[in-house]
């Protein structure tokens, strides 16, 4: 079967049979998938029909060490061969796993100690709730239940997740989400003690935040913010919980996003970057005085667990993948390309008109589309426009247009080098000139 009719049977068996997380429903079935990939090497994508493309958004937030690494199939292959899974209930573990807590204890920052192992971010969201309302009622607080998060934060789409996640159109698909959570304005830490002083402290249980908010536009805090939170969550005596599912291992030119604050949170929730996306992981590590509280308060079974958490294949991938991480100094290479990266979106934004402010930390970024005539945003989303044109000439980003943001995001391999940086500036230049000249009959009149 050539190529031309292989496609065109998966993409018939994809419309029957593959409901797609985050797509259009309705689009799946008109215009197919549009791309099929088939094969990656480095920062590229190859799909079905041959064609080379940069993954301009390391798929997720997550492929760090790129694609095609061969050290990390052969890390699973060999854990398979002596023993592919074995569950960690009724406290039996395996080395895989109790090496990889051992090995985030010691890069995560301050006192954090002890791991929960789970499948994702998700599950590593819905996990830090359940345990710091768990830990505030074995310690004789049992309603301190409510979870505090930001507008235009994420967290992931489980029904706790879901609840946490301060993107209304993801609260608005369910008619029934979790008690307990509230929002506060993304920015303000007034506005996140006013929230704690009106629930009551004693009612509070935990505040949680990306370091740098991605999916809701890669938003970066203001100078002192997540200073602040840590003074308030010790003064109101309520547990900071910091997402690093997407920012960890790297993607801000630190090994973990709150180092660039210099604070130590009481939970850290990892995923995405810890296997680089070559097998399903995530985990909570918690501060040694949590762990304590945990071992010295409870009494009988800790009642949570997936069937998954402690894999011992996708502990061993983890191992394997923070070692290339370290011995390539991906780190560093975040962040010298992401400096890299934000002085082209600022020559760049010289040159487009519709470009408004670009920013980035390390290799995660994002440029806003601007109509330069009202310097507001245009009536109709533009964003979606580039990310379209920049797919056409080998470049794949992502844009978000929700509650009236018009925003194209980036967050390339941790590999990435500044041929390929310059690769991926031309081609975004490109597309975003097209996009406004074809405005400048139209929109921007």
């Given at each position: 079967?050539?190529?031309?009719d292989l496609k065109i049977?998966l ?6 049979h593959?409901?797609?997380p985050?797509s259009?429903?309705?689009?799946q079935q008109?215009t197919?998938?549009?791309?099929i990939?088939?094969e990656g090497?480095?920062?590229?994508l ?7 493309v940069?993954?301009?958004?390391a798929s ?5 060490v790129g694609?095609g ?5 052969e890390a699973?292959?060999e854990?398979m061969?002596?023993?592919a899974?074995t ?12 090496r ?5 204890a010691e890069?995560t920052?301050?006192?954090l100690n ?6 994702g971010?998700?599950?590593s969201?819905d ?6 309302r768990y830990?505030?009622?074995?310690k004789?607080?049992?309603?301190k239940?409510k ?8 967290h992931?789409?489980?029904?706790g ?5 301060g993107?209304?159109?993801?609260q608005?698909?369910?008619?029934s989400?979790?008690p307990?959570f509230l929002h506060v304005d993304e920015?303000?830490t007034?506005?996140l ?7 009551g ?5 935990a505040?949680?935040?990306?370091p740098?908010?991605g999916a809701g536009?890669v938003n970066i805090?203001?100078e002192g913010?997540?200073q602040?939170?840590r ?9 900071f ?5 997407i920012?960890g291992?790297?993607?801000?030119g ?5 180092e ?11 995923a995405k970057?810890i296997?680089?996306g070559?097998i399903p992981?995530?985990?909570?590590v918690v501060?040694?005085?949590i762990?304590?509280?945990l071992?010295?308060?409870s009494?009988?079974t800790?009642l949570h667990?997936y069937?998954?958490s402690?894999?011992?294949?996708a ?6 993948n923070i070692?290339?991480?370290?011995t390539e ?7 010298l390309?992401g400096q890299?990266?934000?002085e082209?979106f600022?020559?760049?934004?010289k040159?487009?008109?519709?470009v408004?402010?670009v920013?980035a930390?390390g290799?995660i970024?994002?440029i806003?589309i ?15 426009k ?5 797919a056409k000439?080998g470049?794949i980003?992502?844009?978000v ?13 941790l590999?990435?080098?500044?041929k390929?940086i310059?690769?991926?500036l031309s081609?975004?230049r ?5 996009v406004q000249?074809?405005l400048?009959?139209?929109e921007m009149?």
């Amino acid at each position: 079967m050539i190529k031309a009719d292989l496609k065109i049977e998966l993409i018939d068996l994809d419309k029957k049979h593959f409901i797609h997380p985050t797509s259009s429903l309705k689009q799946q079935q008109e215009t197919g998938a549009p791309f099929i990939f088939t094969e990656g090497k480095g920062v590229y994508l190859t799909d079905i029909s041959g064609r080379k493309v940069i993954e301009g958004m390391a798929s997720l937030w997550n492929v760090n060490v790129g694609y095609g690494r061969k050290e990390l199939a052969e890390a699973a292959r060999e854990q398979m061969e002596k023993l592919a899974f074995t569950n960690s209930f009724s406290s039996m573990s395996n080395e895989p796993a109790i090496r990889l807590a051992a090995k985030l204890a010691e890069l995560t920052p301050g006192d954090l100690n002890a791991v929960f192992f789970t499948s994702g971010g998700s599950e590593s969201n819905d996990t830090a709730y359940k345990l710091a309302r768990y830990y505030w009622k074995i310690k004789g607080f049992p309603e301190k239940t409510k979870i505090i998060s930001r507008k235009k934060g994420y967290h992931g789409v489980n029904i706790g997740a879901t609840s946490a996640t301060g993107i209304m159109p993801f609260q608005e698909m369910t008619n029934s989400l979790a008690p307990d959570f509230l929002h506060v304005d993304e920015c303000s830490t007034e506005m996140l003690r006013q929230c704690i002083e009106r629930e009551g402290a004693d009612k509070v249980a935990a505040f949680i935040s990306e370091p740098v908010q991605g999916a809701g536009g890669v938003n970066i805090a203001p100078e002192g913010y997540f200073q602040e939170v840590r003074k308030i969550c010790d003064e109101y005596n309520i547990l900071f919980i910091a997402d690093e599912v997407i920012t960890g291992f790297g993607r801000t030119g630190e090994m973990f996003a709150c180092e660039h604050y210099g604070i130590v949170p009481d939970i850290m929730l990892l995923a995405k970057g810890i296997t680089s996306g070559y097998i399903p992981l995530g985990a909570v590590v918690v501060t040694e005085a949590i762990h304590q509280g945990l071992i010295n308060h409870s009494d009988g079974t800790l009642l949570h667990g997936y069937t998954y958490s402690g894999h011992a294949t996708a502990c061993a991938v983890a191992l394997k993948n923070i070692e290339i991480i370290e011995t390539e100094k991906l780190v560093e290479n975040s962040r010298l390309m992401g400096q890299k990266l934000l002085e082209g979106f600022k020559k760049i934004q010289k040159e487009i008109d519709i470009v408004g402010d670009v920013r980035a930390l390390g290799l995660i970024g994002a440029i806003e589309i601007m109509d330069p005539i009202t310097n507001q945003r245009f009536a109709t989303p533009i964003a979606p426009k580039v990310s379209a044109e920049a797919a056409k000439r080998g470049l794949i980003i992502r844009t978000v247009v929700f509650e009236g943001m018009d925003t194209v995001v980036f967050s390339p391999p941790l590999i990435i080098n500044q041929k390929e940086i310059d690769e991926l500036l031309s081609i975004l230049r490109d597309a975003l000139i097209s996009v406004q000249s074809s405005l400048s009959g139209g929109e921007m009149c």
